[in-house]
């Protein structure tokens, strides 16, 4: 399959995501029906030129089909129940780890089990419960005491709660496209238990060994080490985490296809020792258990799927170019889950990425100065290329201090990714027998974090906001430069910005994204 042809399929999929969005919950019976009579037709005509579009109408129905499905599951059982506002006993499964604040601990869960408590004698309360066929999430608010114990719990943990289900209201109502189908905003905590799954059980293992050395820091420091290590900025001082918004950094604090390839290089000299089929089942162990310790965030997503995806084709023996696995990765994704065009993450993330991917080598070719200068300029320029597009819709300007400041934090950056998994790990493998290992080995991390946190500060100060208008004039004149730039026979292949940075192979995922 080409990069085009990957690339049509993705926009196919998404495409079709949009359409059956626009025609609304349902079984998706008909749009099922004609997928697959558009696949039997492809079969039927596959040496013939018109195949191929039979193929895509098939495969835009099929995604349209996944959508209205999708929708029709937010008005399940649950969803009807929250109607009536009752009192429920419900046993939920944590998504995600709680978000605390001064007044309430609120995260994603999935209703394992619940029972309607109508003791309070409302009418229309109905009854019901048991056993939920399939997965229905809620937002999980507690309250009070249930807030305290709520806010110490981590994702994959069970949780026994009394409170009142209601449906998503004001802006509540952006999580459906999380897939939540109800609030329960709980009074009282009755119960709890640690993960079932093997795999959460290892990654919050894991999770508290990489992020030992930061409980003793203080709080910019540890937030910031928490969040470039697993996208983890829950205790991130809110301050900081504007200077980075407003210096173009916030990037830095969402986990991206970096994190994952630096993952695989430390698990690297252990993956050498297996065979083939071991490097492979070992690397896609080593992407998952990263993933849960991420939380499968939507970026994180974005770049699993991608490195999952570079593991398959390697071991295929048929090693694709990085264009190749961000459309197979976006197709797989949306597929799996339709709702994702909706969240403003994984669309920054794709968009990060592919203009990495298209961009940064031609920029690397013609901008002038030292390789490694200029290769991070062209990294920085190409991804704020890429995410324009969706990033002036969403908060109406972009800041040109990130491109300076992105240069001066990367390699911080990354020495503090790199240094700070291994460290975390001996650190906090070490703790019970030298207690004193971890915050020894925290030293440098907490160093290269306060250099992260005081450059996003003195950028913040000045971040040089361009709106819209001059924005997109912009772009326009860069695509224009860079395409007349072009000679003519300088392939990619053999001209200046074949830099083997930017291979896919060298990275593993095939994403050089920050």
Not at 3 to 21: F, I, K, N, R, S
Not at 441 to 466: C, D, E, F, H, N
Request: charged share 15%.
């Amino acid at each position: 399959m080409s990069d085009v042809l990957a690339a049509a399929v993705a926009v196919t999929v998404v495409v079709g995501a949009v359409v059956g969005e626009h025609l609304g919950p349902s079984p998706g019976g008909w749009c099922l029906l004609g997928g697959g009579a558009g696949l039997v037709a492809a079969l039927g005509a596959r040496f013939h030129r018109r195949a191929g579009a039979w193929a895509f109408l098939a495969l835009a129905l099929g995604s349209s089909a996944l959508m209205q499905r999708a929708l029709d599951g937010l008005e399940g059982p649950l969803a009807q129940l929250a109607a009536r506002h009752p009192d429920v006993v419900a046993a939920v499964r944590l998504r995600e780890d709680p978000r605390r604040t001064r007044w309430n601990a609120r995260a994603m869960a999935e209703v394992v089990s619940y029972r309607a408590d109508c003791h309070g004698g409302r009418s229309g309360c109905g009854s019901g419960g048991g056993s939920l066929v399939a997965p229905s999430l809620v937002v999980v608010v507690g309250h009070g005491s249930a807030a305290q114990r709520l806010g110490l719990m981590s994702a994959g943990e069970t949780a026994v709660l009394h409170g009142r289900l209601r449906p998503l209201g004001g802006a509540e109502r952006r999580l459906r496209w999380r897939h939540a189908a109800a609030v329960i905003a709980a009074d009282d905590l009755l119960g709890a238990a640690p993960p079932a799954g093997t795999v959460m059980q290892m990654a919050n293992g894991l999770r508290g060994l990489v992020l030992s050395g930061a409980r003793r820091m203080p709080d910019t420091p540890a937030g910031l080490t928490a969040g470039l290590l697993v996208g983890d900025d829950r205790d991130l001082p809110a301050p900081v985490a504007e200077d980075f918004r407003a210096a173009g950094l916030s990037h830095l604090l969402a986990v991206s296809g970096a994190n994952v390839a630096l993952v695989l290089a430390l698990a690297g000299p252990a993956l050498r020792r297996l065979g083939l089929a071991g490097r492979f089942a070992g690397g896609l162990a080593v992407v998952s258990l990263f993933a849960a310790m991420a939380r499968f965030e939507p970026s994180v997503l974005r770049a699993s799927a991608m490195a999952g995806v570079a593991l398959v084709a390697a071991y295929a023996g048929r090693p694709a170019h990085g264009r190749r696995l961000l459309a197979l990765a976006v197709t797989g994704l949306v597929l799996a889950d339709p709702f994702l065009i909706h969240s403003l993450g994984f669309q920054l993330s794709v968009a990060a990425s592919g203009g990495i991917l298209v961009l940064a080598r031609p920029l690397a070719g013609r901008i002038p100065g030292p390789p490694l200068v200029r290769t991070g300029l062209a990294v920085t320029a190409a991804a704020q290329v890429g995410v324009a597009p969706v990033a002036l819709p969403a908060f109406g300007s972009l800041p040109l201090i990130a491109l300076p400041a992105n240069l001066l934090a990367a390699p911080a950056a990354a020495g503090l990714t790199l240094w700070g998994f291994g460290s975390g790990l001996v650190g906090g493998l070490l703790e019970p027998i030298l207690p004193v290992v971890p915050d020894v080995l925290a030293v440098p991390t907490g160093l290269l974090a306060s250099y992260l946190a005081g450059l996003a500060s003195l950028a913040a100060r000045a971040p040089m906001p361009v709106g819209p208008g001059v924005a997109w004039a912009g772009l326009a004149v860069s695509a224009l430069a860079l395409g007349v730039s072009r000679r003519p026979g300088r392939s990619a292949r053999h001209g200046p910005d074949a830099s083997p940075r930017f291979r896919a192979g060298r990275r593993g995922t095939g994403d050089p994204a920050p």
